[in-house]
T-cell receptor, first 113, second 112 residues
Framework: KAGVTQTPRYLIKTRGQQVTLSCSPI?????VSWYQQTPGQGLQFLFE???????NKGNFPGRFSGRQFSNSRSEMNVSTLELGDSALYLC????????????FGPGTRLTVT | GESVGLHLPTLSVQEGDNSIINCAYS??????FIWYKQESGKGPQFIID?????DKRQGQRVTVLLNKTVKHLSLQIAATQPGDSAVYFC???????????FGTGTRLQVTL
């Protein structure tokens, strides 16, 4: 089975712009979770989608949003980018909502200048 | 590859020695714990998990110990190899409907 894929792998944006990141889960997995990883804050949960519905949400501002499509692929969007949004954004898929088994993709490295 | 963390505690171990990586968790209600390994340029990979009704679980070259009294988790790696060099995270899950909460991570450096 192919693993979790994320596109693009690297992205450079300027402050004020918006960005959309994409995640394709493992085939058959219906849950997709997004995490932000930074040196200062570590791995922080953004949100989880299951069957196109947001099921869990972390403590991030409304500039961070996401969605899931009927084929379980997910996108996350960050609007009005700030320098502090520079991070590695990781996507993880699971067969079940709030699943114990989380399979991570390689991440998208976002740099905001 | 990406820098996983610039301010992580680092454990240096000689090849062939045993490694012990520690983690203090925060929620006494957590019923599930996982160790992940993250190599440069990659996402975290599952290593081993343990439920709160156990105090020890063994895998291939790895053992996880859980001490609920002091909310402490450890990962032991036997006969550490250069390929074990990575950042290791513990994660806890307080209940079936909740999200995983990750620890800050420890960088393991294996010296030859």
């Amino acid at each position: 089975k192919a693993g979790v894929t994320q596109t693009p792998r690297y992205l450079i944006k300027t402050r004020g712009q918006q960005v959309t990141l994409s995640c394709s889960p493992i085939s058959g997995h219906r849950s997709v979770s997004w995490y932000q990883q930074t040196p200062g804050q570590g791995l922080q949960f953004l949100f989880e989608y299951f069957s196109e519905t947001q099921r869990n949400k972390g403590n991030f501002p409304g500039r961070f949003s996401g969605r899931q499509f009927s084929n379980s692929r997910s996108e996350m969007n960050v609007s009005t980018l700030e320098l502090g949004d520079s991070a590695l954004y990781l996507c993880a898929s699971s067969p079940r909502v709030s699943g114990y088994e989380q399979y991570f993709g390689p991440g998208t490295r976002l740099t905001v200048t | 590859g990406e820098s996983v963390g610039l301010h992580l505690p680092t454990l240096s171990v000689q090849e062939g020695d045993n490694s012990i990586i520690n983690c203090a968790y925060s929620n006494s209600a957590s019923d599930y714990f996982i160790w992940y390994k993250q190599e440069s340029g990659k996402g975290p990979q599952f290593i081993i998990d343990i439920r709160s009704n156990m105090d020890k679980r063994q895998g291939q070259r790895v053992t996880v110990l859980l001490n609920k009294t002091v909310k402490h988790l450890s990962l032991q790696i036997a006969a550490t190899q250069p390929g074990d060099s990575a950042v290791y995270f513990c994660a806890e899950k307080p209940g079936t409907a909740s999200k995983l909460t990750f620890g800050t991570g420890t960088r393991l450096q294996v010296t030859l």
